[in-house]
């Protein structure tokens, strides 16, 4: 996909929103663009100066009154001037971001990453690491990358048979005919007929098969009759996902880099907000299963804002791009910033890079 194409898929998603007239747009975007240069709560005053509408102070002090009255603006404690909310930056993002593009110079500089794997025996995870940390140099913020790791295949069929008197083997097909199997506990009293019938419930729970009506009626009357079991069904479901999690975080790594940018950042002077972005970037679990998570999102380009973005922290937003890897498996590149950050700059930095990193992890013939 050109680069071109990833910038629009970024937001394809995105409803036309008619609560804002176009003056509204207008101010909303200058204030969005102002306040993520400066850092500095804007004002009426200082925006006239700058605005492309021929607006007195207190026109735009009106429509920001407007705008703040309808969640998009909000005014600090400290200062008259008026910062995003977390709707106002969603809003600018879907609809008035200008996206920068890449000079043929950062082309160059992007091209550079394929350099440092040359002679070495680890080529992909160079090629990683010099992708995250160019994305950090690039943006002053911090990054995550997830290594390529391929996407959950859907189970096929579930089997459940006795070894011992309290013991049974619970095997799981995927539809790419991989086996897993685990010995489990099961009650001594358990029948055969018991873990026949618990088997179809298994597979009519968590596999992707179609049943006929006939046999939806003996699902529903076969779970009627196994009420006494519903505990033990639940644990062996349990076991099942259990089983696919290990296996998805087991099979990719993950990249962290540019941590002491957000020391830069003025959002974050509080030590105790220094705090929880340390931490929260220290539990690489997490991170973990927030990427492996958006794998199965279609879109190209994720950008999550604030309590989207699923981050156990307020005011911080992750943007991430998807890159192909080899034999099929996918990856995710990310940005971690404030609020405020350049939307348009960190979307195209990631557009370029996830397009280089398949180009240099598959082959650009491969991605045709």
Do not use: W
């Not at 046999?215 to 529903?220: A, M, S, V």
């Not at 639940?234 to 990719?252: A, C, F, I, R, Y």
């Not at 003025?266 to 492996?292: T, W």
């Amino acid at each position: 996909m050109s680069e071109s194409q990833l910038l629009q898929a970024a937001f394809a998603e995105a409803e036309a929103d008619d609560s804002l007239n176009e003056r509204q747009k207008t101010v909303l975007r200058e204030v969005c663009d102002t306040f993520i240069s400066t850092g500095i709560p804007v004002g009426s005053r200082n925006l006239s100066k700058s605005s492309q509408l021929a607006c007195s102070p207190a026109t735009l002090r009106n429509e920001m009154a407007d705008l703040e009255s309808m969640g998009y603006l909000y005014s600090p404690h400290t200062s008259a001037g008026r910062v995003p909310t977390e709707k106002g930056y969603k809003f600018y993002v879907n609809f008035l971001v200008e996206f920068e593009r890449i000079s043929q110079l950062e082309e160059t500089l992007i091209g550079k990453i394929a350099e440092v794997s040359h002679e070495t025996h680890n080529r992909q995870q160079d090629i990683l690491k010099s992708a995250i940390k160019y994305a950090c140099q690039k943006t002053n913020l911090a990054g995550v990358l997830l290594a390529p790791q391929h996407a959950k295949n859907p189970l096929r069929s579930i089997k459940l048979f006795r070894i011992l008197e309290n013991k049974a083997m619970l095997v799981t097909v995927d539809d790419c005919g991989n086996i897993n199997n685990q010995v489990v506990v099961i009650p001594n009293e358990t029948s055969d007929d018991v873990l026949e019938k618990l088997t179809i419930l298994l597979n009519a729970q968590l596999c992707q098969q179609e049943f006929h009506q006939y046999e939806q009626d003996y699902i529903l009357k076969t779970r009627h009759i196994l009420s006494r079991y519903n505990n033990l069904l639940s644990q062996l479901v349990k076991h099942v996902q259990d089983t696919e999690n290990d296996s998805d975080s087991g099979s990719g790594s993950i990249f962290l880099d540019g941590l002491v940018n957000f020391f830069d950042q003025p959002e974050f002077n509080d030590p105790e907000k220094i705090r929880q972005m340390v931490s929260l970037l220290d539990q690489k679990e997490n991170l973990l299963r927030l990427l492996a998570k958006s794998l199965d999102s279609k879109r190209e380009i994720v950008v999550n804002i604030g309590s989207d973005s699923g981050l156990a922290i307020k005011d911080v937003s992750l943007v991430s791009a998807r890159y192909c890897g080899p034999n099929r498996s996918v990856g995710r590149i990310g940005l971690i910033g404030p609020l405020r950050m350049d939307y348009g700059g960190v979307v195209a930095t990631l557009a370029r890079l996830s397009n280089t990193l398949s180009k240099l992890l598959v082959g650009q013939n491969d991605l045709k």
